[in-house]
T-cell receptor, first 113, second 116 residues
């Protein structure tokens, strides 16, 4: 069985400070992991994905995530937050042979000026 | 590429009316998904098509919901009759052929449905 837990429902950071959005997963098979961002009244946009290649994955807009198998984590980070990063972020787990995405409950990121 | 296209973007209807949501996937994508997003339940998979064939409709709430994919470039989700509890944002997503689970899904902008 697969599951994903986003540890924080809300995160607030000041503009220019680092961002950390936490995600833990559970999977019986080698997982594929994704981070998506959803801006207000918009669809979901892929930030980055991990599919068993390099454990440090770089995505768009300066985001990156590190796959840590021993900790079953896939945390999303960015060195310096920008006002435009304010949005909801979803961690997703899937695995080879299945089409199903298992979505986390989302983390709403607020960026303070 | 224009991305996944959904129409209408907003729909307001009265209880009991029929509602049809439309989706055009990205050209060349052979998998299509319909999702529903609500505050209470988050994102839920309603139905999954592969090569225009419904593979998994276990997420369709009840018989009032139906989905079709008559060809590779068009899909509809119909609710008849609609009820206030159907109010949500409905997303369509598509993905490339290949090893399932590896390919990311591309989401449309969604249809915000309000049933009065």
């Amino acid at each position: 069985a697969q599951s994903v837990t986003q540890l924080d429902s809300h995160v607030s950071v000041s503009e220019g400070t680092p961002v950390l959005l936490r995600c833990n997963y559970s999977s019986s098979y080698s997982p594929s992991l994704f981070w998506y961002v959803q801006h207000p009244n918009k669809g979901l946009q892929l930030l980055l994905k991990y599919t068993s290649a390099a454990t440090l994955v770089k995505g768009i807009n300066g985001f990156e995530a590190e796959f840590k198998k021993s900790e079953t984590s896939f945390h999303l980070t960015k060195p310096s937050a920008h006002m435009s990063d304010a949005a909801e972020y979803f961690c997703v787990v899937s695995s080879s042979g299945t089409y199903k995405y298992i979505f986390g409950t989302g983390t709403r990121l607020k960026v303070l000026a | 590429d224009a991305g996944v296209i959904q129409s209408p973007r907003h729909e307001v209807t009265e209880m009991g009316q029929e509602v049809t949501l439309r989706c055009k996937p990205i050209s060349g994508h052979n998998s299509l998904f319909w999702y529903r997003q609500t505050m209470m339940r988050g994102l839920e998979l309603l139905i999954y098509f592969n090569n225009n064939v419904p593979i998994d409709d276990s997420g369709m709430p009840e018989d009032r919901f139906s989905a079709k994919m008559p060809n590779a470039s068009f899909s509809t989700l119909k609710i008849q009759p609609s009820e206030p509890r159907d109010s949500a944002v409905y997303f369509c997503a598509s993905s490339l052929p290949g090893l399932a689970g590896y390919n990311e899904q591309f989401f449309g902008p969604g249809t915000r449905l309000t049933v009065l």
